[in-house]
């Protein structure tokens, strides 16, 4: 059995860029093996997932996260090459020490201790692994997904390993992320010349209120997980470039990083309306990620336990950040947290985990499985 340290070290030496999963989840499926659980490989346009359970009766409880990383920048800003792990003062640096294959190494050998002590645990225990999450992420949890909705797979307690936590490990999980709604817009009018408006439709004069009310707008007034939604315009590109042409089209990128309370059809019905009210001849499509909320419940109460007892912590809660996998999960899962370690370093050079912090991240987790299965 590898320390988690140990086996930490040996995924970081894989130089597993979106998508090329270069051999990790080999590495995870060796282990897992080992202990009992049925494996499954899904490829999809180059992207490798991975689906591995022990036993088939609930609850189930699923492990999820990614093998790939972001690219590690220029070599020569690394203090010591990004693929090598290296400890100096205490401290593991290597691409992907922290987002996410710390987590990785912590589910399992947190499974194999927990396996150990309940060989015949109650339940099932999976991981969904995917080397897609800091990509597109088109073919690779969400593949999953749907091949365990056709087979109607429930998983009650879904753990992803993002890294969580702000300064201490332990001091933050999240229960859930906003949703994210963005909106290409483009806004039609009449191209001409600058000296004979009349024979030309400005688009972006066309526009300009209607977005000035959009701004103005207030969506939502958040809840007690989630803040307000915001509406915000990311992109704005018109013209030929000429000084003298009034341009033909505006397009406009915008996003809503939104909270449960607000749907995405109200959203798209309040901005289409909006747009109608002006006038807007328009072209108008849609890219949608929703959000998901895990409440206070048996996952948050076996997990904020587990911290508690290995950190002597208070963990918070939180729903702040950007998308996750966990969106595509919540699909079929009735719980759905992230919890993980520091996220100080995570895409940076010289990104890094304490190597105090790697083992009790493992007994975080076995702890959280011991309450939710023994």
């Given at each position: 059995m590898q320390t988690t340290f140990d086996l930490t070290c040996e995924l970081i030496r894989r130089a597993s860029r979106t998508p090329d999963d270069a051999g990790c989840q080999q590495l995870l499926q060796q282990s897992l093996t080992a202990l009992g659980f049925v494996c499954e490989t899904l490829v999809s346009n180059g992207v490798t997932n991975l689906w591995a359970r022990r036993g088939n009766a609930a609850p189930l409880v699923c492990f999820a996260g990614h093998t790939d990383v972001v690219p590690p920048g220029p070599l020569e800003a690394w203090n010591s090459p990004p693929f090598e792990p290296t400890v100096r003062d205490g401290i593991l640096y290597g691409r992907g020490a922290s987002d996410m294959k710390a987590s990785l190494a912590a589910f399992i050998t947190a499974i194999q201790a927990f396996v150990a002590q309940h060989p015949d645990h109650p339940g099932s225990i999976a991981l969904l692994i995917t080397s897609d999450e800091e990509g597109v992420a088109t073919d690779g949890t969400v593949k999953v997904i749907e091949m365990l909705e056709q087979r109607g797979v429930h998983i009650d307690h879904c753990i992803v390993g993002e890294p969580t936590c702000v300064s201490k490990i332990g001091d933050t999980?999240?229960?859930?992320?906003?949703?994210?709604?963005?909106?290409?817009?483009?806004?039609?009018?009449?191209?001409?010349?600058?000296?004979?408006?009349?024979?030309?439709?400005?688009?972006?004069?066309?526009?300009?209120?209607?977005?000035?009310?959009?701004?103005?707008?207030?969506?939502?007034?958040?809840?007690?997980?989630?803040?307000?939604?915001?509406?915000?315009?990311?992109?704005?590109?018109?013209?030929?470039?000429?000084?003298?042409?009034?341009?033909?089209?505006?397009?406009?990128?915008?996003?809503?990083?939104?909270?449960?309370?607000?749907?995405?059809?109200?959203?798209?019905?309040?901005?289409?309306?909006?747009?109608?009210?002006?006038?807007?001849?328009?072209?108008?499509?849609?890219?949608?990620?929703?959000?998901?909320?895990?409440?206070?419940?048996?996952?948050v109460s076996a997990i904020t336990h587990a911290i508690q007892q290995v950190t002597g912590l208070k963990t918070g809660l939180s729903t702040s950040g950007g998308t996750s996998d966990g969106r595509f999960i919540a699909k079929i899962a009735s719980q759905v947290i992230e919890f993980g370690p520091v996220n100080a370093s995570i895409h940076k050079i010289n990104e890094n985990i304490p190597v105090a912090d790697i083992e009790p991240l493992s007994h975080i987790y076995q702890l959280t499985l011991q309450e939710l299965l023994a």
């Open positions: 999980i999240k229960n859930g992320r906003r949703g994210s709604l963005s909106g290409h817009l483009v806004v039609k009018g009449v191209q001409g010349h600058i000296a004979y408006p009349h024979l030309a439709k400005n688009p972006i004069h066309a526009i300009a209120p209607a977005l000035a009310e959009l701004v103005a707008t207030e969506w939502d007034q958040g809840n007690e997980y989630f803040p307000p939604t915001t509406w915000q315009i990311s992109n704005i590109h018109g013209g030929t470039g000429a000084t003298n042409v009034i341009p033909g089209t505006v397009t406009i990128d915008f996003n809503f990083r939104h909270a449960t309370i607000s749907s995405v059809d109200s959203l798209i019905s309040r901005v289409e309306k909006v747009l109608d009210n002006h006038q807007i001849d328009r072209e108008l499509t849609w890219e949608i990620s929703p959000p998901y909320l895990t409440p206070a419940g048996s996952l």
